[in-house]
């Protein structure tokens, strides 16, 4: 199975940059479909992005897209989100996750990391 840590998180003023990344270990991170979701206080789980095994498709959510982008280095083993001109929606813990067989359901996605926080300053 895979293991995942998230890093990169912390406080950005709106309209600020961040990149948070998910480094992977255990197994290729190419075996899998990667997301990446983010759960605020008091609100449900959502998906933010999600990225094929190749790199080739890619998927964002309404919220954040045009301003996010997600990317994939297999040989580094690693997924990246690019974060740009962050709201203050946007605050909440991100976290990545890995699925053999999904895209876009959080139930599909049989391996996660601890998560990293975002918050974002008005």
């Known amino acids: 199975q895979v293991q995942l840590v998230e890093s990169g998180g912390g406080l950005v003023q709106a309209g600020d940059s961040l990149r948070i990344s998910c480094a992977a270990s255990g197994r290729p991170v190419s075996d899998y479909t990667m997301g990446w979701f983010r759960q605020a206080p008091g609100k449900e789980r959502e998906i933010v992005a999600a990225i094929s095994r190749s790199g080739g498709s890619s998927y964002y959510a309404d919220s954040v897209k045009g301003r996010f982008t997600i990317s994939r280095d297999n040989d580094k083993n690693t997924v990246y989100l690019q974060m740009n001109s962050l709201e203050p929606e946007d605050p909440a813990v991100y976290s990545c996750?890995?699925?053999?067989?999904?895209?876009?359901?959080?139930?599909?996605?049989?391996?996660w990391g601890q998560g990293t926080q975002v918050t974002v300053s008005s």
């Open positions: 996750a890995a699925t053999s067989t999904g895209w876009l359901f959080a139930y599909e996605y049989d391996y």
